[in-house]
Each structure stands twice: as C-alpha cells, then as structure tokens.
C-alpha cells in the first residue's frame, strides 16, 4: 500500500513539478482536524499509485511552503498541476470531496 510522500521545503519543488498531479496536506501535530483527515489522506495515496502523487507537509517543521503559499489554517489541502495550483481546499471534509478534486486533474 502506497503511503503518503513526506514533503519538506527542500524537496517541494521537485514533487510538485512532474508530470502527475499532486496533493499536498499542509498539517500539525497538534491540530485535530488534521489527525481526523490524516487516514483519508493516506488511503488517497493507495488509491491514486500510479495517477497522482499524494504528500503531506507538517507546517512546524517546514515553515517556509507554508508562508509561501500563505497557509492560515490547517488542514489545508492543495491540489498542483504542472508545479501550479488548481484547487484548494480549508478544512477536514470527506474522502469523497478530495478524491474529485484529484479525479479533476487526472489525465
């Protein structure tokens, strides 16, 4: 089973910048929301091997994606094509809503 990619401020650029969409789970340990929609993402990961890649940032240790995406509230998920945003989503919602954010991007 795939799992979600970890992804830092070093290596941001390079995984956003292929050919796959990605979403990226901009999270915190000690944000609740984020435990509740932690699982959801990881199953995503299992889903879409293959068609798109799935990671997850923790904001603590990765301050500066986060200051240049200008992340306020977490969980906040965004959805890159081709290295640019096309979707984003606020807040803890069901696997059902990301999943068609992702379906939306896949070629």
Same mark, same amino acid.
Not at 28 to 57: F, N, R, T
């Given at each position: 089973? #795939? ?22 789970? !901009? ?5 609740? %929301?984020? $435990? ?5 993402? =990881?199953?995503?990961? @299992?889903?879409? =091997? ?5 990671? $997850?940032?923790?904001?603590? =240790?990765? %301050?500066?994606? #986060?200051? $240049? !995406? @200008?992340?306020? #509230? ?19 919602? %069901? ?13």
């Amino acid at each position: 089973m #795939s799992k979600a990619i970890e992804i830092t401020d070093s290596n941001f650029e390079e995984i956003i910048g292929g050919d796959k969409p990605v979403l990226v789970d !901009f999270w915190a340990e000690w944000c609740g %929301p984020c $435990k509740m929609i932690g699982p959801v993402v =990881e199953e995503l990961a @299992g889903d879409y =091997e293959g068609k798109a890649v799935i990671g $997850k940032v923790n904001v603590d =240790e990765n %301050p500066n994606i #986060s200051a $240049k !995406f @200008g992340i306020r #509230s977490i969980p906040t998920l965004l959805v890159f094509k081709g290295g640019e945003i096309v979707d984003k989503q606020v807040g803890a919602v %069901p696997k059902g809503v990301l999943a068609q954010k992702i379906d939306a991007q896949v070629a």
